[in-house]
């Protein structure tokens, strides 16, 4: 199995995309990340280190990492798109705070086995799946009192 770097070089390849230094360092950056980030965030923290990237080349890298594998692309109805690692994750679930936009992962595996039930009873094939649940983390909850 190829690791991030090599998916991502060959993908470049295949639509005949510049392998970048910017790219790399995006790259690197990114696989690090423990946290589903919009644009913007991931932008902010990087420019940091490396102040010479726009925000146009991270976005437009980003949306390269969802297309060739190593990122997802998450809607949590916000209006904002987040990404997260995906490369050799396991499949997760998500729990969204409401009120403080806190996102926990989660695995279940009653609830897998639940969602395979469901489609066998149905004759149906799944593909991919997500589940989010929306509502208040703890700490939310708490203050809300």
Known sequence: MKNPE????DYLARKRLKNTN???????????????LSTEDFYLQLRKKHP??????????????AECGIAAERNFGDGQMRFEVSYHNQHHDHLVCTACGRILEFENQQI?????????THNFFIQDHRLELYGLCSQ??????
């Open 52 to 65: 010479g990237i726009g925000y146009a080349t991270v976005h437009r890298t980003l949306k390269l990492f």
């Open 6 to 9: 090599e998916l991502f070089l």
């Open 112 to 120: 897998e086995e639940l969602q395979r039930e469901v489609a066998l």
């Open 22 to 36: 910017q790219r790399m360092i995006i790259l690197k950056s990114f696989l690090r990340q423990t946290r589903h």
């Open 140 to 145: 939310c909850h708490t203050n809300k009192q």
